[in-house]
């Protein structure tokens, strides 16, 4: 159901900006601030919340019910069918709030189409709304951390029995399916992301999305997994040996593994997070190997697998505690080798906590 405490916060956020309503589309705010988890779909619908506190909804026939069950009997829902399009009922929506001719701010969930429609249509000046629930949802409640660490738990649990499986001559697509299954049998709702599983060469590609790569006798296999438990995710990464790695892989794979705990060792509340980056950054620098490292140290997660704070050069946002984000170094050289280690942390009083379990040093099947 829809957290009204978190509509106000919204609604004064919107007086100070001098913003009439703030336009609301499918995806992590919604889910954020609801539940509600419609999926992408080319029929308009949203939430509208004013600054002076009043909200209402538009949505076609066919998410009524979903509309209903998050938001309640105490907003209005103006419904649309999909013979007479979402124009007619928005017009109305907008007569009825006075909101024509007034500053819009949209989220990423309000497609580009339909807010030029809008903009033409209504009058209204649209800006730039992405960032607006960034605060509210950058400090994680008690609740929200138990509900990471489960779906940690279940991901840990899954990869644990994952590992009994993997063997030369499976596919990476195999993998990644038994691992998805895996997910599932152990209580998540689903896999929080596209599972990445990458052997040797296309491994140096950070976000592979390839299945058709065949584990040799002697091999690595990196693997970066998370699932969602009640619309919280988890996100890890393990860099496997099948057969013994070689001096050089050994090598490499220590010095990511440094660094990762650099990265973890270097957060606590009052550090910026681009001193975190630093400190893991460093360590593949000096182990020569700086150009092979060539994305941000981690992103935020909650129910988006990205969201701040990002662990990167350049934000000097301060860590608070409450704050749960990645600490993923790898080193990635390209058509020969990547090798990452990832786990998700939340900021405590005095540093950080590790909420996935697993074992970080060389795991060889």
Not at 93 to 110: C, E, I, P, S, T
Not at 158 to 177: M, N, Q, V, W
Not at 202 to 222: F, M
Not at 348 to 353: A, K, L, N, S
């Amino acid at each position: 159901m829809l957290d009204k405490r978190k509509i106000r916060e919204i609604s004064e956020d919107l007086q100070k900006r001098g913003i009439d309503a703030f336009l609301l589309g499918p995806g992590d705010d919604l889910e954020y601030l609801c539940g509600l988890k419609t999926g992408e779909c080319e029929r308009f619908k949203g939430l509208f919340i004013l600054a002076d506190g009043s909200y209402f909804c538009i949505t076609p026939h066919l998410y009524l019910e979903e509309f209903e069950a998050a938001f309640g009997s105490e907003a209005p829902i103006y419904v649309w069918n999909d013979k007479d399009w979402f124009y007619p009922v928005l017009a109305k929506a907008m007569n009825d709030f006075n909101l024509n001719d007034k500053k819009l701010a949209v989220n990423f969930g309000v497609r580009a189409v339909d807010a030029i429609e809008i903009s033409d249509r209504q009058g209204v000046k649209l800006l730039n709304g992405w960032h607006f629930l960034e605060r509210m949802r950058i400090i994680k409640s008690p609740s929200e951390i138990e509900k990471l660490e489960r779906a940690t738990q279940i991901s840990d649990a899954a990869f644990r029995e994952l590992l009994g499986f993997i063997r030369p001559g499976l596919t990476e697509g195999e993998i990644k399916k038994k691992l998805i299954e895996l997910f599932e049998e152990h209580g998540a709702d689903g896999p929080a992301f596209d599972v990445i599983v990458a052997r040797k060469e296309n491994a140096s590609k950070p976000h592979y999305n390839g299945t058709k790569g065949v584990i040799e006798e002697r091999d690595l296999v990196l693997i970066d997994f998370g699932c969602r438990y009640e619309s919280y995710c988890s996100d890890t990464t393990r860099t496997i040996f099948v057969g013994d790695p070689s001096d050089e892989e050994k090598n490499l794979y220590e010095v990511v593994l440094n660094a990762q705990e650099a990265g973890e060792a270097a957060v606590r509340p009052g550090v910026l997070a681009e001193e975190v980056d630093r400190a893991a950054r460093s360590v593949i620098e000096d182990a020569g190997y700086g150009e092979y490292f060539n994305t941000r140290l981690g992103h935020g997660i909650g129910v988006a697998i990205h969201e701040a704070p990002y662990i990167m050069e350049g934000n000097k946002t301060p860590l608070e505690p409450g704050m749960t984000f990645s600490i993923e170094p790898g080193i990635y050289i390209p058509g020969k080798i990547g090798i990452r280690i990832e786990n998700i942390v939340v900021v405590t009083d005095d540093g950080c906590r590790s909420l996935c379990k697993l074992p970080k040093d060389i795991i060889v099947i």
